[in-house]
């Protein structure tokens, strides 16, 4: 059976920053939930407990929420009233549609002193005769009953006549917890039919494969599987008895349909995993042996020929947030296969390619994988030619030319930058063509000659 985990109220305790010991509401409707334990402990603070739809079939574990004013276990397989004396701020208790026949139990809730709406619409005692009157005159605290307000005059009379309904209470229960025990007894006659069938299926197939009948099995493979492609109609005509058979509406029938969804929901999941694990035989290369081109994943890709380098380059548009550990990169001299979550993508090269001498990098910034392949035939190419037939002094040229050529490449443009140009500088020196020893006389003949004029003053 399913009970409440710690886990389970964790999840649901989100708007709490997942704190349950500070935790004053929870909802855990709709969680299959079979028994109610440990709330008690974990969430002394609680004061308000949904626990609709759920297969609990008894209230119990939540006699010390003292600050508990309202609980909701509506849809359930509850049976009687019991176990919230302890919860003595409980104001608001929801019952609707369980299995409460009998009423009687509801006199637990006479402790319950600031109990003012009670819910028990949808139970077997409410088709009581006095039912109503039962409740009124029993909780005298009581404001509302099943969403009708209680009006004083109602309750006088209820009172009035508390002794006569009382006992046609009793005598309605006990009527019922008789009928009750037969359809109890057919529910365990019903599961344990159930049980010897699936027992005796388990122990013909055991049967079927045990060693003294290898020989039988090997004669009957044929048979199997004509039994394997009638399974799916067994399943179905079995779904279709199951739900077309008539059963009361009892804890039991509940439980036990819950029980069958569940099981069918398991084998239909254990069905898609190993479906799952049987992954499907790509053809990538023909019996022929011709490779053929595939893309499984539908990825963007482009083949690039870089001539300058001698190479081919895959760019393939990987998802940018796949981890690299999940793909698998496979060069052949003739084709490249990369596997993305294993799913193949294969290209056929236009040429031959080195497989040794290739390299794979991912992007950071966009994911893709770049797979470069050096080409088997290396190309010659017209520098080349000419380097293996010329002499050294047309290789020291060549080289010259090559580095005036780099210089002109960084060349600077004058006009747009304020620092001197050196090289105008180093021409000027060469068109004068005269060593320092002859520029020192010039320049002190000239200094000679602009001082003619001027007189040596001490006073200046």
Not at 17 to 30: A, K, M, R, T, V
Not at 124 to 133: A, K
Not at 271 to 291: F, M, Y
Request: charged content about 35%; hydrophobic content about 30%.
């Amino acid at each position: 059976f399913l009970s409440v985990t710690e886990d389970l109220v964790r999840r649901r305790a989100e708007h709490n920053n997942c704190e349950i010991f500070s935790l004053e509401e929870i909802s855990l409707h709709q969680q299959e939930i079979e028994k109610l334990e440990y709330l008690d402990k974990w969430c002394r603070d609680l004061k308000i407990l949904y626990l609709q739809n759920n297969l609990i079939p008894k209230i119990e574990n939540v006699g010390k929420l003292k600050k508990l004013e309202y609980l909701n276990v509506a849809l359930n397989n509850i049976e009687r009233v019991e176990n919230l004396e302890g919860c003595e701020e409980l104001k608001k208790l929801d019952l609707t549609a369980n299995f409460i026949g009998e009423l009687s139990s509801i006199e637990a809730l006479k402790y319950n002193i600031h109990l003012k709406e009670l819910f028990l619409v949808g139970n077997p005692c409410t088709e009581f005769e006095g039912y109503r009157q039962f409740v009124v005159a029993t909780l005298h605290q009581l404001k509302c009953l099943d969403s009708k307000e209680i009006e004083r005059s109602e309750r006088i009379q209820a009172l009035q006549n508390y002794p006569e309904v009382k006992q046609k209470i009793r005598d309605q229960e006990q009527a019922y917890l008789l009928k009750r025990a037969r359809e109890k007894e057919e529910a365990q006659k019903r599961m344990q039919e159930r049980k010897d069938k699936k027992q005796n299926q388990m122990e013909s197939k055991l049967g079927f494969d045990s060693p003294d009948s290898l020989q039988r099995k090997e004669n009957h493979h044929a048979e199997d599987r004509e039994q394997e492609m009638w399974k799916p109609v067994e399943d179905e005509e079995e779904d279709r008895r199951f739900w077309e058979e008539p059963t009361p509406y009892t804890p039991e029938s509940r439980l036990e349909t819950h029980r069958y969804i569940e099981e069918k929901r398991r084998a239909k999941d254990n069905i898609r995993e190993s479906k799952k694990r049987e992954k499907p035989l790509w053809t990538l290369i023909t019996a022929e042996g011709k490779v053929l081109n595939v893309n499984v994943p539908k990825l963007q890709f482009s083949l690039k020929d870089d001539e300058e380098n001698n190479q081919i380059i895959l760019d393939l548009a990987v998802y940018r947030h796949l981890d690299t550990s999940l793909l698998d990169v496979d060069v052949q001299p003739t084709y490249i296969r990369v596997l993305v979550k294993g799913k193949p993508f294969q290209l056929v090269l236009p040429e031959e390619v080195k497989p040794d001498s290739s390299s794979a990098k991912r992007s950071q910034t966009t994911g893709h994988l770049v797979v470069s392949m050096p080409k088997a035939k290396e190309t010659i190419l017209t520098k080349q030619k000419v380097s293996t037939s010329i002499k050294d002094s047309d290789c020291n040229a060549l080289q010259k030319n090559a580095r005036s050529r780099q210089i002109e490449k960084l060349e600077v443009d004058p006009r747009k930058y304020s620092f001197p140009d050196v090289t105008k500088i180093v021409q000027e020196k060469e068109q004068i063509g005269q060593g320092p020893i002859k520029l020192v006389p010039q320049k002190v003949t000239e200094t000679k000659k602009s001082f003619v004029d001027f007189e040596n003053n001490g006073d200046v």
